[in-house]
């Protein structure tokens, strides 16, 4: 069964109650208010242009648990090789953009909707998403966006047009969480890549149990980048 929203942005079923392929709702918008209820009940928005808003919560979960993360020797060259400078919520929108428009192995066209890309730039703009870019002699060439809430940090989505490029803005984001207090990335679907640097996949109803933690209040609100200059030599 799939359950449509009301008009009601806090209101939502049980993850629990989602579909075999983790579909669980339809319908509502994607204000503030319903994307930050949605994120702190281990809910997300997925869809294509041309569908109504299409709401999921998948079971089993991936997950980074920082203290879990590693990544290879060639890769820890690259970071501190000063080949890229990695910058924090200095051009959102320009990051989401870039990930709309990343051609990606065997999908057609992008969930990344204007409509998405709306919301996201408001939730950025209300201090709960925010995006690590990497740039290669003044040109952006990498980066990504998510979501912060309390302890956690939701990915979404990254891109590249050098290679390394998307990693090297990932391990500033470890970095950045570890600074701030934040232990796990929510990486919603299982990648081998991510695997790779230490996720895995837990059920979904531990998941949840562990988002009973997050409150606006303890979510630190703000432009990242602001602290750029105190975690720089991490």
Not at 110 to 121: D, S
Not at 134 to 151: A, D, I, K, P
Not at 165 to 192: H, M, N, W
């Amino acid at each position: 069964m799939i359950y449509r929203l009301t008009d009601n942005p806090w209101l939502f079923p049980h993850p629990a109650w989602a579909g075999p392929d983790g579909l669980l709702a339809v319908g509502g918008d994607l204000s503030v208010e319903r994307l930050v209820t949605a994120y702190s009940r281990g809910i997300f928005p997925w869809y294509s242009e041309g569908e109504p808003i299409l709401w999921y919560s998948p079971d089993p979960r991936m997950v980074l648990k920082l203290d879990d993360f590693r990544y290879a020797k060639s890769l820890r060259r690259v970071v501190h090789s000063g080949k890229f400078e990695v910058r924090i919520d200095t051009c959102f929108e320009q990051v989401i953009r870039s990930c709309a428009g990343m051609s990606r192995k065997g999908q057609h066209g992008t969930w990344i909707t204007e409509e998405m890309v709306q919301a996201y730039v408001r939730l950025h703009e209300h201090g709960f998403a925010h995006s690590f870019e990497t740039f290669c002699q003044g040109e952006l060439v990498g980066g990504l966006y998510g979501v912060s809430l309390g302890r956690f940090f939701f990915g979404e989505s990254m891109f590249h047009t050098m290679t390394d490029a998307s990693k090297v803005a990932f391990v500033r984001l470890v970095e950045y969480c570890r600074y701030l207090g934040i232990g796990l990335i929510d990486a919603q679907q299982e990648t081998p890549h991510l695997a790779l640097l230490g996720a895995r996949t837990i059920p979904r109803k531990d998941f949840i149990q562990q988002l009973q933690s997050i409150t606006v209040e303890n979510t630190r609100r703000m432009n990242w980048g602001q602290l750029n200059s105190e975690v720089k030599n991490l």
